[in-house]
């Protein structure tokens, strides 16, 4: 079993919540024994056949999973090294990998006998998935939303809406993800008895960071299986895009204890590493909000400093424990791609592939340009297109000069 | 523990436990607000650590930290006015509230260190629970600095003595599962927790969130050993700015009243 082998990458955290000095649970009382019920609850779930079961069915039939993988041909033949392939998490209901880790998490909600649902979204992408799960199986559903994100994701809030959704504005801060965080927060303090708060990616307090990994490890599993089956061989490189990490976290947990995978993680350099970016592992330090202890930007003082990325679902000054945890260890690398070179690589795929990706894994593409053509042509890469570009396309237009 | 903690708790009455946030809405602003504080007749003080992320706070103190930042409030200005009001005051315990990254930024020895330099008393961290204890409290108690927690309507029989553990000075109890500033607690549930957490706890407990006149004080410090009062305190710095000091002052002085002149029924 890989859980008792010392030398293994998937045994973490440690009972308490801990990826070496990562992680753990830095809240507020109040949240403390709910934080400890949850814990114990997700024990429970993971062991129940009939858990795993529904969730796997829900996967299946309502999600549209497994999701395929896919070899790029005219991308790999344009870029002249490795192997392009995609693991097309984008096919999925609502449009990105978010929607995994949501019908994890409400299905527990549920097993916990909560009846009122609350998130933070940046984007509106995890909003939107939670919105969609809150419909399936009937549970009011509170989004909070930075105030400047309501006004620039104009479409998912309508489609939050359209779900059933509440979507409360947050003015306060700078009025984005990390501040809508925040407020969530203070909700679910204040609502305990009724209220599980559907984190959307792999941070917050311990257990949160476990079981959205858990969640989204699906992406790992089926593209390990997939690419066995279609190559008979494992691939060479990993590559995803890291906001808070999910769906990086996802694709590579499965893959840790394969020595000959090597992975890579991008973060958002926006207008570059020595400007405004969301570069936490680039340009952060290690410090504590939001539950846990990470990477983080911060001044000197330990004030957070405000993320900058073109895009949204990037746009968060920390980022997911297990990936501090990663980079320490050296099991994985991180690198970061300017917002000028993700819009570059999301034409580039919608140019040769007829696939347009969402901003946030056109910073894996945008790396995949860069590293495919070092690597010989026999080798294999193997990048997350985590979501869609629809939502993005305004946005896109903007940067590009085009009106629509 | 502090002296000064203890000598506050064993006055005779209740003690009467003030919050403003430093740096509010200047550095420059703080001492003055703070003598108010003593003057009107506080026992022990809590200066806030403004901080970007202020999860567990409400809208008033919220925008307290706001401004305070946005005045240009460091980490290095707290401390000098905690070392300030030290020199002028040397008998009223003075205690830092705030979140865990200002705090231990640069490692838990140079903040224990430093806190003990300034003459503080005690540390509230509000996202440090006592599962995270080693992140700071070690680094604390080696200076003789009060780790102070919090205890809340959903910390159960079972949790509290992990709460008390490593504790000093007093419990802050907060009396209702939200954030500050908010709703107010009922005085039977509030006297039903001090029954229960008393059966345990062998320091003194101070109840605060959403305390805000004397008329609410005045019962609470009948059944509490102390009442903490913050966001009506902070409310009048927003209102007054730079010349909160006077009202500031008669606030204080009216809470001190009803606090000290509560009969304890419980010992």
Known sequence: MTAQNPNSYRNQPDDRGHFGQFGGRYVAETLMPLILDLEQEYRRAKADPAFQAEFDDLLEHYVGRPSPLYFAPRLTEELGGAQVWFKRDELNHTGAHKINNCIGQILLAIRMGKTRIIAETGAGQHGVATATVCARFGLPCVIFMGATDVARQAPNVFRMKLLGAEVVPVTAGAATLKDAMNEALRDWVANVHDTFYIIGTAAGPHPYPELVRDFQSVIGKEARAQMLSRTGRLPDLLVAAIGGGSNAIGLFHPFLDDPSVKMLGVEAAGHGLDKEHAASLAGGRPGILHGNKTYLLQDEDGQILEGHSISAGLDYPGIGPEHAWLKESGRVEYTSVTDTEALDAFQLLCRTEGIIPALEPSHAIAAVKKIAPTMPKDAILLANLCGRGDKDIFAVAEHLGVSL | ?267
């Open chain 2, 1 to 267: 523990m502090s002296a000064r903690l203890s000598a506050a708790f064993a006055k005779g009455h209740a003690a009467l436990v003030c919050f403003v946030t430093a740096g509010d809405p200047t550095p420059d602003a703080t001492s003055a607000i703070l003598d108010a504080l003593v003057e009107g007749g506080a026992d022990v003080i809590e200066l806030g650590m403004p901080f970007t992320d202020p999860m567990a706070d409400g809208p008033a103190i919220q925008l307290a930290n706001l401004r305070s930042l946005g005045a240009g409030t460091r980490t290095a200005d707290i401390l000098r006015i905690a070392k300030d009001f030290r020199a002028r005051h040397p008998d009223t315990p003075l205690v830092l509230m705030g979140y865990a990254n200002p705090m231990t930024t640069r490692g838990p020895e140079w903040f224990a260190d430093a806190c003990a330099d300034a003459g503080i008393d005690g540390v509230i961290c509000v996202d440090i629970p006592p599962e995270e204890d080693a992140e700071l409290g070690p680094w604390l108690r080696a200076k003789g600095i009060s780790p102070i927690r919090l205890a809340t309507p959903t910390t159960d029989a079972a949790r509290l003595p992990a709460v008390l553990d490593g504790s000093s000075g007093f419990l802050y109890y907060v009396s209702v599962a939200g954030i500050t500033g908010k709703q107010s607690a009922a005085l039977d549930s509030i006297e039903q927790a001090m029954t229960r957490i008393k059966a345990t706890a062998t320091i003194p407990v101070a109840v605060g969130f959403g305390v805000r006149t004397p008329e609410q004080a005045g019962p609470i410090a009948r059944v509490a050993d102390g009442v903490v009062v913050g966001s009506a305190l902070v409310d009048l710095v927003a209102e007054h700015g730079v010349n909160a000091a006077e009202p500031v002052r008669k606030l204080v002085s009216a809470l001190a009243e009803a606090v000290h002149s509560a009969r304890k029924e419980v010992a």
